[in-house]
């Protein structure tokens, strides 16, 4: 590894590792440094508890009748002192002195040799009209959870703008559970980026069977208190429903603002090179927040990836990396499960910009196939999802 | 068979539910087999952490 004697003479290197952020991002780079370092302070920054939880539960534990606190896995001072690490909650992180090594909060100024940037990321807020817009709700936490389990009343109507991954798993909850589930997306069918036609077709159906309203090809206008109950809401169709609940769940936007002021390249993320480091030296990022490398990525274009998987593959090599072991993520086949109890899908999706197409092979079982036949990604719909250890092994590995 | 002697467990990365009584014959782990018996090389199947790793809950 290059020193440089100049840097170094700034650098405290007693200092802790700091680590801002405690989602799944920050608490998995944590252990996983610990495995290896068992002495080396790690400090923790946290605007809220520092709870551990598991975030894809979040989406279909309605149908598990859990509340938000029984998400909660391990309090945040329970896995702090299990993990051996200083935990600061209700903090909020104001700016990164870079030349100082220091970050400033509204606790006051912690130093670091290295830098963690686990900011995640916020959901993404379409604009509407009207004047009920703010009792629009998105699920991006364990405490949006919560506010969104208090608005839940038995027998609610409930409106989920966006027919992706969330909200098709949360539509799949909620109907199932009963309550009457309208889903709007601009689209032509659900998960319509992600899947072949005819899958997202069998999804739409499936969903449609335990009751799911959809509003395709559409966009919602305006939400209006109702004069009796609930909202009013006019879709750009013209059409309009009276719900009482509405989720959106559109997208996810990296968390790049401190990254950004403190002078780090940003893109649609914070944009890291294969070994995780920002554009600053002793900086380093991963998880929702973070636009991996092309190189990690199989050469394909550099993007974010909000998925659990390539959290866990990251925390990995960044935990060696902060342990003075310069390590390049890379990335393996990640395959991502749609949640969908009444048609589980998994996905493993080809790079994007891939040419090639999608076939299925026997009946639930698609291949991303291009020109020289090489499996480039594959589909598992319904019984055929527990097939995804074998399919993986077909895969042409990201080279 | 005697279901009541298995268990069930949730990894706390992703809540990936491991049953005993039904195993996870895709990655060779035959219906029954304990969490213990369950080879150190495995990796739960969602989000990737090794058994090692896997903190369990019972449910």
């Known amino acids: ?399 | 068979m005697n279901n009541t002697a298995f268990k069930t467990y949730i990894c706390i990365v992703c809540s990936f539910v491991y049953d005993e009584a039904v195993g996870r014959p895709e990655d060779n782990i035959p219906p029954g087999t304990k969490w213990a018996d369950i080879p150190q090389s495995w990796t739960c199947p969602d989000c990737g952490v090794a058994k090692a790793d896997f903190e369990v809950v019972e449910i």
């Open chain 1, 1 to 399: 590894m290059k020193t440089n004697a100049h840097e170094n003479k700034h650098l405290n290197l007693e200092s802790p590792i700091l680590i801002i952020g405690t989602g799944l991002a920050g608490w998995s780079t944590a252990r996983e440094f610990r495995k290896l370092n068992s002495t080396k302070q790690i400090v923790m920054l946290t605007a809220e508890r520092g709870d551990f939880y598991a975030k894809p539960a979040i989406s279909n534990a309605f149908a598990q009748k859990k509340e938000a606190h029984q998400l909660i896995t391990i309090p945040g001072q329970k896995i702090a002192s299990t993990v051996g690490v200083k935990l600061v909650q209700n903090t909020v992180v104001k700016r990164i002195n870079t030349t100082t090594q220091q970050v400033e909060t509204s606790e006051g100024r912690f130093e670091y040799s290295k830098l963690v940037l686990a900011t995640g990321a916020r959901a993404i807020k379409l604009q509407m009209n009207g004047d009920a817009v703010d009792e629009v709700i998105s699920v991006n936490s364990l405490d949006d959870y919560a506010t969104f389990r208090e608005k839940l009343f038995n027998g609610a109507r409930v409106l989920i703008v966006g027919a992706g991954l969330i909200g098709c798993e949360f539509a799949n909850d909620l109907a199932g559970e009963g309550f009457e589930v309208h889903v709007v997306d601009p689209n032509s069918g659900p998960l319509i980026s992600l899947l072949p036609q005819a899958v997202s077709r069998q999804l739409e159906t499936a969903l449609w069977s335990i009751g799911v309203k959809w509003h395709m090809c559409t966009f919602v206008q305006s939400v209006n208190y109702d004069s009796k109950k609930g909202m009013n809401v006019t879709f750009a169709n013209g059409e309009s429903r009276c719900v009482d609940v509405i989720l959106s769940a559109v997208g996810l936007r990296a968390n790049t603002k401190i990254a950004q002021e403190g002078g780090a390249l940003c893109d649609r993320g914070i944009v890291v090179d294969a070994t995780l480091q920002t554009s600053i030296t002793n900086i380093y990022a991963l998880g929702d927040n973070t636009q991996y490398a092309s190189e990690t990525l199989g050469g394909s274009a550099s993007r974010t990836m909000p998925y659990v998987m390539p959290i866990m593959n990251a925390a990995k090599a960044l935990a060696q990396t902060l342990n003075g072991t310069l390590t390049k993520v890379v990335f393996p086949v990640m395959p991502v499960a749609i949640k969908t109890s009444i048609l589980p899908i998994v996905i493993a999706p080809p790079s994007p910009g891939t040419q090639g197409s999608w076939s299925e092979v026997q009946e639930g079982i698609w291949n991303y196939v291009d020109s020289e036949h090489k499996i480039l990604g594959f589909l598992l719909v319904g019984s055929k999802v527990s097939q995804r250890s074998e399919q993986m092994k077909r895969m042409v590995p990201m080279t």
